[in-house]
């Protein structure tokens, strides 16, 4: 897994998440500070976290098609640059209109990330290795999101919110230049592969489908259901948690950005652990077809993470509602890889990128949807039970209906 450059494109891939996530929550652990700056209101702030997934969700798709026809390592290069310039670029915002075009702006160069590292692990791993990789890469964002809490809660109380931001830019413009530099497309020995015929990728009719196909079968919208209701959750979790510690549960800032460390570990390790765990039972259940392991890990740590994150809203003390919160956040990062697998099980290598951004467009509309309405059940409500149930409600029902629709797909002849 590790050998012939594999272990550096999976050290970048990982750090690209860290940064990834390092970015994208430091607006939720700045937003008391940005808050009272800028004179928000709850359902204001729900707002610009959702315009985010605006233009995440749109490129998404775009950078799954761009990773298929420019190749992973020139699209994850321009997003990193352009997402790490907009971070930066919140330093210049001065009311909810300006927090908006940047934000949608940041949400534009974050989009291809996850599109383009199942891209490059389906360029360098074979597939009984995929799984495991697309998780241990993947396992920098909620790692990224632990070291957001400490650092960004201690450079906004030291030097303001703004610096916090000047500061992550730079890490991503480093990381740029040496993606650049360091990694290649492919391994060498696909291109030797590729003059012998003996690459991963099937010389059959299945390079030949249209990326249309994909998009009408059942397993990949279905999926995508699944997978709309963890970003539900993940962004209920990314964009209002550090608010709720501190308006519901009357935390200071300090304590909160501590706090928001715990969950994030527990994610790290579920992410990391997802993978590796996905491939353990495809092997164990071979004669039941690989699908049936996706499923099993899927299905039975949705529906665990939808059971903690609704009795979270429910539980009287912060103590059992952290601890709740974290398991949720656990079991729903060991399905993290579980999405991207399914593609790659499922999706012949030429539209891989493809498909799985156009998955990824689905799911990340609950990034737009959520948050916005989060904020407005907070401000109409007065309390975030409900909104703790909802995001456990929709798990539910998605980890349900990957029972029922997700099979293998019958490709023509």
């Given at each position: ?309 609704g009795f979270a809203g429910l539980v009287s003390t912060t103590v059992s509602a952290v601890t709740l919160v974290a398991l949720s956040v656990f079991f729903l990062y060991l ?66 209906a990957v029972i029922r629709f997700v099979r293998p797909i019958v490709k023509p002849a």
């Amino acid at each position: 897994m590790f050998s012939n450059g594999r272990g550096m494109v999976i050290a970048f891939l990982f750090l690209a998440g860290v940064i990834n996530y390092l970015d994208r929550s430091a607006l939720s652990i700045a937003a008391p500070f940005i808050q009272d700056d800028l004179s928000l209101t709850a359902t204001q702030m729900g707002i610009i976290f959702s315009s985010f997934s605006v233009g995440y969700a749109i490129f998404n798709f775009l950078g799954g098609m761009a990773s298929d026809k420019w190749g992973a390592k020139v699209t994850l290069f321009v997003a990193m640059i352009v997402w790490s310039l907009f971070s930066g670029a919140l330093v210049l915002a001065v009311g909810f209109a300006s927090m908006i075009v940047i934000r949608i702006l940041f949400g534009m160069g974050e989009g291809p990330l996850s599109a383009t590292i199942n891209k490059m692990v389906n360029n360098w791993f074979p597939a009984n290795q995929r799984a495991s990789v697309v998780g241990l890469t993947n396992s920098g964002t909620p790692l990224g999101g632990a070291i957001a809490g400490p650092i960004v809660g201690f450079i906004a109380i030291s030097y303001g919110w703004r610096v916090s931001f000047i500061a992550i830019m730079v890490i991503g413009l480093i990381w740029a230049i040496c993606w650049w530099k360091f990694v290649k497309e492919k391994p060498a020995e696909s291109k030797e592969q590729k003059h012998t015929g003996k690459s991963y990728v099937a010389a059959t009719s299945e390079g030949n489908l249209k990326f249309t196909f994909y998009l009408k079968q059942k397993t990949v919208l279905f999926t995508a259901l699944a997978f709309f209701s963890y970003n539900y959750i993940l962004f209920f979790f990314l964009t209002w948690f550090p608010s709720y510690l501190v308006d519901a549960r009357g935390l200071s800032v300090e304590n909160m950005s501590i706090i928001t460390v715990i969950p994030w570990i527990f994610g790290f390790i579920g992410l990391a652990l997802g993978g590796f765990v996905s491939d353990f039972f495809s092997k164990k259940f071979a004669q039941k077809g690989v699908l049936f392991s996706r499923k099993l890990v899927l299905v039975t740590c949705l529906f665990l993470s939808a059971v903690c994150i609704g009795f979270a809203g429910l539980v009287s003390t912060t103590v059992s509602a952290v601890t709740l919160v974290a398991l949720s956040v656990f079991f729903l990062y060991l399905t993290g890889a579980i999405y991207w697998a399914i593609v790659n099980d499922v999706v012949d290598p030429g539209n891989v990128g493809s498909v799985g951004g156009f998955m990824h467009f689905l799911a990340n509309t609950a990034g737009i949807i959520g948050p916005t309405l989060t904020g407005y059940i907070v401000d109409t409500s007065g309390t975030y039970t409900v909104a703790f149930l909802l995001a456990g409600g929709l798990a539910i029902v998605a980890s349900l209906a990957v029972i029922r629709f997700v099979r293998p797909i019958v490709k023509p002849a």
